[in-house]
């Protein structure tokens, strides 16, 4: 028995010390959304222009190209329920702040609570939107944070990105994501989340925050510039005009309440397939483009 339990200790040690190291290669990747809290807060002082919103943001508003100091806290899949709470969190700090960029895409009005990037929010930004606890989470991140399947992945890659005030973007493009058939199976599950969204109830509680949000701000006398992103002719010919419609009514009657500024590059034939990265997101080139036309429009206020 003796050297029965020896032999399973000997075993179960060094399974104990990879875990134990894994865990901790995982609680310290240099993860975007630290560089992104980081590097807001060092550049709060001169901040004019605020990026939120999701990828399309992300990927492709340049901070650089914008004629007054602008920083991007846009995150894939960042909905506005967490663009909400940033605004929140950080406003008292950022003195100069005088325009905020929100994402009106196909799929924004039906997305909200996001359940596998909550614990981001919480562990960067202290934004717990949800109220949760975050045991599991706390106690494994291979298991409950990035899953086991992620996390091999993330520590093989091991990413350094480099980012100037919250940008990075994408170089070229990437032929095989821009078909049609990418783009319909792209806008096919755009289309699923949607459904599901309006089964639930959960559109209601977005369309609410997003209303919310552009009532603080300009009660805090700050701009709201609401965006639609340009997408390739590949994924916008599948898009359902029903949803389309759906969105551009929300936006009139928020511009009617609000007179909001409101810029729609859905289908702006100024973007050509050599500004995309993938049918719809924009790549460094195409983000320029983009960048200055709303710079343009902010110029005018």
Same mark, same amino acid.
């Given at each position: ?9 000997? =075993? ?10 894994? *865990? ?9 959304? *630290? ?21 399309? %943001? ?13 920083? +991007? ?30 994402? /009106? ?15 981001? !929010? !919480?562990?960067?930004?202290? #934004? +717990? ?27 093989? *890659? ?13 170089? %070229?493009?990437?032929? %095989?994501? /821009? ?25 209601? *509680? ?11 701000? +300009? ?5 709201? #510039? ?42 702006? %034939? ?5 500004? =995309? ?21 902010? #110029?005018?206020?």
């Amino acid at each position: 028995m003796k050297k029965f339990l020896l032999t399973i200790t000997y =075993f179960i040690i060094p399974l104990l010390v990879l875990f134990l190291f894994v *865990e901790f290669k995982l609680r310290t990747i240099n993860s975007e959304y *630290e560089k992104k809290q980081k590097g807001l807060v060092e550049k709060s002082s001169e901040i004019e222009i605020l990026i939120l919103g999701n990828s399309r %943001s992300d990927n492709g508003l340049n901070p650089t190209f914008f004629s007054k100091p602008a920083y +991007n806290l846009a995150y894939g899949s960042q909905t506005i329920l967490y663009d909400k709470q940033l605004v929140l969190k950080y406003l008292p700090i950022l003195k100069k702040l005088k325009h905020v960029v929100l994402s /009106l895409d196909y799929h924004s009005l039906s997305s909200g609570y996001l359940q596998e990037r909550d614990f981001f !929010y !919480y562990h960067y930004f202290d #934004i +717990n939107v949800k109220n949760k606890n975050f045991i599991k989470e706390k106690l494994s991140y291979f298991f409950y944070v990035y899953t086991p399947k992620i996390s091999i992945t993330l520590l093989k *890659e091991n990413k350094n990105v480099k980012m100037v005030n919250g940008w990075s973007g994408h170089d %070229s493009s990437i032929s %095989s994501r /821009l078909t049609e058939r990418y783009g319909k199976e792209r806008a096919q599950s755009f289309d699923l989340a949607i459904n599901q969204s309006r089964k639930t109830k959960e559109y209601i *509680e977005v369309q609410k925050e997003y209303e919310d949000l552009i009532r603080f701000l +300009n009660e805090n006398k700050i701009t709201p #510039i609401i965006t639609t992103a340009p997408c390739n002719k590949p994924f916008t010919q599948f898009l359902d005009e029903k949803n389309i419609q759906y969105n551009l009514e929300f936006i009139q009657k928020m511009k009617r309440k609000y007179n909001l500024v409101y810029l729609n590059s859905l289908n702006d %034939s100024a973007f050509n397939v050599s500004d =995309f990265y993938n049918n719809d997101h924009l790549n460094k080139k195409g983000a320029e483009k983009y960048t200055k036309k709303i710079d343009s429009l902010i #110029i005018k206020q």
